[in-house]
C-alpha cells in the first residue's frame, strides 16, 4: 500500500484525509500524521496503518472528553 495523497479536510482544519493507492481511506488528525511521519509516496503496511488509525481514534475520544 501507498499513501498516494494527505490533504487538508475543509471543514475540520485539524485533520487530514488519507488516500492510499488514490482511494480515500481514512481521515486523521494532523497531529497523529506528523508523529507517524507520514508523507505522500510512502509505502506502508495494513496493520501499520490499521495502528494509526487506532491511536488516532483513541486521541479524538480522550480529546472529547
Do not use: H, P, W
Not at 2 to 26: L, T, V
Not at 43 to 62: G, H, Q
Request: proline share 0%.
Amino acid at each position: 500500500m501507498r499513501i498516494s495523497r494527505i490533504e487538508k479536510q475543509k471543514k475540520e482544519k485539524q485533520r487530514c484525509n488519507i488516500f492510499i493507492d488514490g482511494i480515500f481511506s481514512a481521515g486523521l488528525y494532523e497531529d497523529t500524521i506528523v508523529k507517524f511521519g507520514l508523507r505522500s509516496g510512502d509505502e506502508i503496511s495494513e496493520k501499520e496503518f490499521e495502528k494509526i488509525r487506532e491511536y488516532d481514534e483513541f486521541n479524538y475520544a480522550k480529546s472529547s472528553v
